[in-house]
Nanobody
Framework: QVQLVESGGGSVQAGGSLRLSCVAS????????MGWYRQAPGKQRELVAR???????TYADSVKGRFTISRDNAKNAVYLQMNSLEPEDTAVYSC????????????????WGQGTQVTVSS
């Protein structure tokens, strides 16, 4: 019903920047919050950043001042600008969207992207 496609991951040296993009498509009536999680090997998944439909943002303490989340409601897209990257940022980054889906009855559920690898070398 709804698909999230991510792009923008890759490898970069410490201090560098990357920009992740995630676009939602399908039977979308509206999207509430969107955001990014990450999971490093051997670690639990953690919330990186979240943005609501009213553009209120939340960040993990470890990325405050370095990462910026934004969204384009017309494109059903969410972005994560990552600056001053550190080796500790190495992880698989996944986007999610809290979507109200068009159907016989409108339903609300979360959808996830497939994940994109970010690798930061020292």
């Amino acid at each position: 019903q709804v698909q999230l496609v991510e792009s923008g991951g890759g490898s970069v040296q410490a201090g560098g920047s990357l920009r992740l993009s995630c676009v939602a498509s399908g039977s979308i009536f509206s999207i509430n919050a969107m955001g990014w999680y990450r999971q490093a090997p051997g670690k639990q998944r953690e919330l990186v950043a979240r943005i609501t439909s009213s553009i209120a943002t939340t960040y993990a303490d470890s990325v405050k001042g370095r990462f910026t989340i934004s969204r384009d409601n017309a494109k059903n897209a969410v972005y994560l600008q990552m600056n001053s990257l550190e080796p500790e940022d190495t992880a698989v980054y996944s986007c999610y969207a809290d979507v109200v889906v068009i159907g016989i009855v409108a339903t609300r559920r979360e959808y996830w992207g497939q994940g994109t690898q970010v690798t930061v070398s020292s």
